[in-house]
């Protein structure tokens, strides 16, 4: 009678808890429920003082590229709207602008290919007579405006093409592309995913040349994934995949002349087995810069090449103990002086160089990291530019004078901002969350950082999540018994009780440079903890050593040796968190996704006596299976440094498991492919080692689809609570 009487207590007190604090459930986040809204599609414009947004009406199902003023922030006109044209049907995707802004390319129809590159059915949109007329009958890829805006060159193929606007006609400048042999103005698979871009190609500014990077990856060893849908038997996918150590595709770098319809390879000097990871025509027409790196990644030449003579010239070299990152920040200025960005000093910082390659000044300095170039109005000479000084954890838009002096925060509230600028830099749209702050737009000026109006904002969300009372993000830095200072959040139950011992899940990512623990509005694996964070269970995460946003050093640390600091700081981070009088030592789990998936698996290998399960997604169980450009980056080769690679690989650790481990997959994974798991699989058998797993038949990285993610998020959530 007794146990019964408290047993109705407990039923009738976990009713009242539930009606007041509403649960959040796998279904409303993978739903949509939360999502968020935003300024899709947002272009400056270059020559009025306005900006554009694409809009989607769900209710008619139609999309409409909308013309703003700055100023006012008043809707100016429709450019285009999808009813009006048959051909549009499918919505509009994307669009591009001309130079002169009187005509536009817009893409329907979009087909992925890979994370960044799709094909898509590209349409010339001649904004003053309305009409649409269809770029090729082909879907193509990465289509431009030659300057002048009278030609549009595209890639198909492997091949690149060009069309003239009046004469409706298409000359094709290259003619030896082939698949899996060669590509001519588009990135291979490992440039795409490691050099982040895919249009290998740019006109330059009279209109009359073309550079474009040539890939023969015909030397490349193949990849083939197994596709099961749709026949009677499964089908191959089979793509050039350079894994760490081998054979790279052979990239040069050619220029067409548009007149004269001829090609010529430019000789850039001495390079042997090297990266061309960003070309891009300066102000001046006939010179192009490009930059070269060696395949190690740790020396770096900004070359200009003259278009005319073909002579290429050394402008600024950089060198590096570890590595170097390449970026898009790279920017010229009305004298051919450029804006360059170098972490040289330790922290990433802008610096002004001459046209002939002279270090006229360090813009800024301090120990922390600029994290985003903005801009340079040449009518103040002020630089605008996003950073990390007010805490690497948060985001804030600066100004700062070319000379270095004059520095004004720009952004107002503490958290994340980013900010979008009018043509003539009086004005800015101020993109703005925090862990506490759903994204809002507002519009600020530029001279002294006042408010003007408010954009969007997502109050209506906000309102709603309030009925589910959630726990919050406490955000801490956690050190180490080794000393080391971490950045790392935790969320708590709601009615968290210190006299309690809780359970802890611990997330992370870990991969060099990135950042989770952040000052950022919620994404949707931030709900799912807060959803775990009321089923009772402590959600922490620590950017241990090799993450980003602290410094060379912090992050370089790693340099030859992935998963040894990064796993070292995990497995410390859970014993410090282990020691808290409301945590339950014996019950601390880990997970993560990619890098994080290597992460979780070397944690529970290495940290066998600290992490009873662990989760791992489409993790790297060795980085002899992963991709060149990055591994070598960060680990040389696996010729150079085997001990590097193997003693930090979960697969070779398997003898160590003792805890509840989950590991998941997707055979359609080009990225980190479905190998890593079932290698990883065999050698656990083998050393007679108990497990979970589950593959995702069809799935890429993402694992997504339909229901896919609603079904792999049951799983784990199932997981977590019968082993931890």
């Known amino acids: 009678m007794k146990y019964f009487k408290s047993a109705v207590f407990l039923f009738l007190f976990t009713v009242l808890t539930a009606s007041a604090q509403q649960q959040i459930t796998?279904?409303?986040?993978?739903?949509?429920?939360?999502?968020?809204?935003?300024?899709?599609?947002?272009?400056?414009?270059?020559?009025?003082?306005?900006?554009?947004?694409?809009?989607?009406?769900?209710?008619?199902?139609?999309?409409?590229?909308?013309?703003?003023?700055?100023?006012?922030?008043?809707?100016?006109?429709?450019?285009?709207?999808?009813?009006?044209?048959p051909e549009l049907a499918d919505g509009i995707d994307s669009y591009i602008f001309s130079a002169d802004e009187k005509k536009l390319l817009v893409a329907t129809g979009s087909e992925q290919i890979f994370r960044h590159s799709f094909t898509a059915t590209y349409f010339i949109y001649d904004i003053a007579a309305k009409t649409l007329t269809r770029l090729s009958a082909d879907k193509v890829q990465e289509p431009a405006f030659s300057a002048g805006g009278n030609k549009v060159s595209f890639a198909f193929q492997n091949n690149l093409y060009v069309y003239d606007i009046a004469s409706k006609q298409t000359v094709q400048i290259t003619?030896?592309?082939?698949?899996?042999?060669?590509?001519?103005?588009?990135?291979?698979?490992?440039?795409?995913?490691?050099?982040?871009?895919?249009?290998?190609?740019?006109?330059?500014?009279?209109?009359?040349k073309i550079a474009y990077i040539r890939f023969d990856e015909s030397q490349v060893p193949e990849f083939s994934m197994d596709m099961y849908a749709g026949g009677l038997y499964p089908t191959q996918y089979v793509f050039k995949y350079p894994k760490a150590g081998e054979k790279n595709a052979e990239v040069s770098l050619h220029i067409y002349d548009v007149k004269a319809k001829t090609s010529r390879e430019i000789k850039l000097g001495n390079y042997n087995d090297f990266y061309i990871p960003r070309i891009k025509w300066t102000n001046e027409a006939n010179v192009l810069s490009v930059q070269v790196m060696n395949r190690h990644q740790n020396n770096l030449d900004l070359i200009f090449v003259d278009a005319i003579s073909g002579t290429p010239k050394v402008v600024l070299n950089e060198k590096d103990k570890a590595y170097i990152d390449i970026t898009d920040n790279l920017t010229f200025l009305n004298d051919n002086s450029f804006i360059w960005t170098s972490e040289k000093d330790g922290f990433n910082h802008i610096y002004h160089y001459s046209k002939t390659g002279k270090l006229l000044n360090q813009v800024t300095k301090g120990s922390w990291e600029v994290t985003s170039y903005h801009g340079f109005d040449p009518k103040t000479g002020n630089i605008f530019y996003q950073s990390t000084e007010n805490g690497s954890i948060n985001r804030d838009v600066y100004k700062i004078n070319l000379n270095g002096k004059g520095k004004t925060r720009l952004s107002p509230k503490e958290g994340t901002n980013d900010a979008k600028f009018s043509p003539n830099y009086e004005y800015y749209i101020n993109h703005h969350s925090s862990a506490s702050e759903p994204h809002s737009f507002t519009l600020y000026t530029s001279k002294d950082a006042k408010p003007v109006k408010e954009i969007l904002n997502n109050n209506a969300l906000k309102a709603k999540l309030e009925k589910y009372d959630l726990p919050k993000k406490e955000f801490m830095v956690?050190?180490?018994?080794?000393?080391?200072?971490?950045?790392?959040?935790?969320?708590?139950?709601?009615?968290?009780?210190?006299?309690?011992?809780?359970?802890?899940?611990?997330?992370?990512?870990?991969?060099?440079?990135?950042?989770?623990?952040?000052?950022?509005?919620?994404?949707?694996?931030?709900?799912?903890?807060?959803?775990?964070?009321?089923?009772?269970?402590?959600?922490?995460?620590?950017?241990?050593?090799?993450?980003?946003?602290?410094?060379?050093?912090?992050?370089?640390?790693?340099?030859?040796?992935?998963?040894?600091?990064?796993?070292?700081?995990?497995?410390?981070?859970?014993?410090?968190?282990?020691?808290?009088?409301?945590?339950d030592p014996s019950r601390i789990g880990i997970f993560g996704w990619s890098y994080g998936g290597f992460m979780s698996s070397n944690c529970i290998l290495k940290g066998n006596d600290v992490f009873k399960m662990a989760i791992a997604v489409a993790p790297v169980t060795s980085w002899r299976?992963?991709?060149?450009?990055?591994?070598?980056?960060?680990?040389?080769?696996?010729?150079?440094?085997?001990?590097?690679?193997?003693?930090?690989?979960?697969?070779?650790?398997?003898?160590?498991?003792?805890?509840?481990?989950?590991?998941?997959?997707?055979?359609?994974?080009?990225?980190?492919?479905?190998?890593?798991?079932?290698?990883?699989?065999?050698?656990?058998?083998k050393a007679n080692k108990q497990f979970d797993w589950a593959i995702y038949p069809d799935k890429n990285h993402g694992i997504y689809g339909g229901p896919t993610r609603l079904q792999l998020y049951t799983k784990m959530t199932n997981f977590i609570k019968e082993k931890l």
């Open 478 to 583: 956690l050190t180490t018994e080794k000393g080391h200072q971490l950045n790392a959040w935790m969320i708590k139950p709601k009615n968290f009780d210190p006299n309690k011992k809780y359970p802890v899940f611990m997330y992370q990512y870990s991969g060099p440079g990135s950042q989770q623990v952040n000052n950022d509005w919620n994404g949707s694996d931030d709900y799912w903890f807060m959803m775990l964070a009321q089923h009772g269970y402590i959600v922490a995460c620590v950017d241990g050593r090799g993450t980003g946003f602290k410094g060379a050093a912090f992050k370089k640390v790693t340099y030859k040796e992935l998963g040894k600091y990064e796993v070292e700081d995990q497995i410390d981070a859970a014993k410090v968190i282990g020691k808290y009088s409301y945590v």
């Open 625 to 685: 299976y992963y991709d060149s450009i990055y591994t070598e980056r960060f680990m040389q080769t696996p010729q150079e440094n085997p001990t590097g690679y193997d003693e930090n690989s979960p697969i070779n650790h398997v003898s160590k498991l003792k805890g509840a481990y989950l590991l998941v997959h997707g055979t359609a994974d080009d990225n980190v492919h479905v190998q890593n798991t079932m290698l990883m699989i065999d050698a656990l058998v």
């Open 175 to 208: 003619t030896d592309g082939k698949k899996n042999a060669v590509i001519n103005g588009i990135t291979d698979w490992v440039y795409e995913e490691e050099f982040a871009f895919v249009k290998a190609y740019d006109w330059n500014a009279a209109g009359d």
């Open 26 to 85: 796998l279904q409303e986040i993978w739903g949509g429920a939360f999502r968020t809204q935003g300024m899709d599609e947002f272009q400056s414009m270059k020559n009025t003082n306005q900006y554009t947004v694409l809009n989607y009406n769900r209710a008619t199902n139609a999309s409409s590229i909308d013309l703003y003023d700055y100023a006012t922030l008043n809707k100016v006109s429709t450019i285009l709207e999808s009813k009006s044209f």
